[in-house]
């Protein structure tokens, strides 16, 4: 079967990929990604631009400054982008990681559309979605800034290996890993855009933006948790595959992913606990029923 070798290895499948390069629309990433780029563009111009003013109450956004407001459309870009990169990467990752499909196995029977195509062109619309946040927003953490800068360059770099795949030796497994990677992180980094598009259309439901935040936290920590434990069991697993440069620098690059990870757990967990406070002071500061009715009989 293409895209296997003869050994076995370890009862993984990954093990038994060979090297070569992950689909022959790789050579044309920058065109993907450009015309991406453009997408991306164009949605924000003339589909959210117009209808985000429609879609939300005028209270809602009354108060709302221009730095607020890309924010505020930057989250529904990244949202989107990641659900659609949820359904778009969901059946490949999968077909390969537990089944027996290799990055050329076709993404449907008779197509001519192979899983590492779809998987290619996933890893230009995830890029593509980190250039234009940095580019649009008025202001970006430098936490934030990092982690988005390093996972282009993740990205582009395991795209660069494949087709360099000749004398990059552990190349297919380098970029399978960074696609695994970048899964766990439009998972783990979803919510977060939701619960900031509740916050602004629902800022005075303190309980209801106090469980978001909470539950927001919480799935992040699941998240990158679970994400820890099976990349570095995938790493582990394959450790005669890599070259020395990567066995060192992939557990120096995902603990500093784990780190900025983490960091927004605790930023969400401070929102949390921010919206509780706010609930407490209104609930202190509502009547009760006998304050009330001494009101009313005065």
Known sequence: MAGHNGGHHSGLHL???????????????????????????????????????????????????TTQMRSFT??????????????????PLLAIICGNATPHTPYA??????????????????????????FFRDKVSVISCAHHIGAIVIAQSSIAMSINFGHERDAVYEFILCFIWGAFDVVAELWPHLAMIFY??????????????????????VGTTTETIIVMFLFGSLWDKWSLSLKIATPLL?????????????????????????????????????????????
């Not at 930057?74 to 059946?91: P, Q």
């Open 15 to 65: 093990g038994e990929l060979i090297n070569e390069l992950i689909s022959s629309i790789a050579p044309f990433s920058g065109l993907i990604l450009t015309v991406t780029c453009c997408v991306i563009a164009l949605i924000r111009l003339y589909i959210l631009d117009p209808l985000i003013p429609k879609l939300y109450s005028r209270a809602a956004l009354r108060d709302v400054s």
């Open 74 to 91: 930057n989250h529904h870009v990244a949202a989107g982008t990641k659900i659609l990169l949820i359904i778009l990467c969901a059946y």
């Open 109 to 134: 029977k008779g197509s001519h559309v192979t899983l590492g195509d779809m998987m290619i062109v996933s890893s230009q619309v995830f890029t593509g979605m980190y250039i234009f946040e940095l």
């Open 200 to 221: 602004r259309v629902q800022n005075d439901n303190h309980a209801l933006l106090s469980r978001i935040f909470y539950a927001t936290a919480i799935l992040e920590v």
């Open 254 to 298: 995902h603990t500093l992913f784990s780190a900025a990870q983490l960091w927004g757990v605790w930023i969400f967990y401070k929102l949390g606990k921010d919206q509780a406070r706010k609930l407490k002071k209104a609930e202190e500061m509502r009547p009760s029923s006998g304050d009330t009715t001494a009101t009313e009989s005065v």
